[in-house]
């Protein structure tokens, strides 16, 4: 669905809103706000997946310093 002055592109037809009745217009309003709503959710999961992708990173860091650690204690335990 596209909208170009007042101008409502479905499936390949246009029409003019002003000219659909009151729940055509309320569907075109539905779909709008929903087409909103899956944007923002898109760009809050873009975040979501990165964020996360760093916290896996930086555990992994961690984990592979504490891996290093252990041999050179244990020398320091047996000499």
Request: net charge negative; no cysteine; hydrophobic share 35%.
């Amino acid at each position: 669905m596209e909208t170009e002055n007042n101008v409502v592109t479905i499936n390949g037809q246009e029409y003019i809103e002003d000219n659909l009745n009151e729940g055509q217009r309320y569907l075109i309003n539905q779909v709008r706000d929903l087409q909103l709503k899956a944007n923002s959710l898109r760009f809050q999961l873009d975040q979501v997946v990165v964020a996360q992708d760093k916290f896996t990173e930086e555990l992994i860091k961690t984990v592979e310093v504490e891996e290093e650690e252990v041999p050179q204690q244990l020398e320091l335990n047996l000499n």
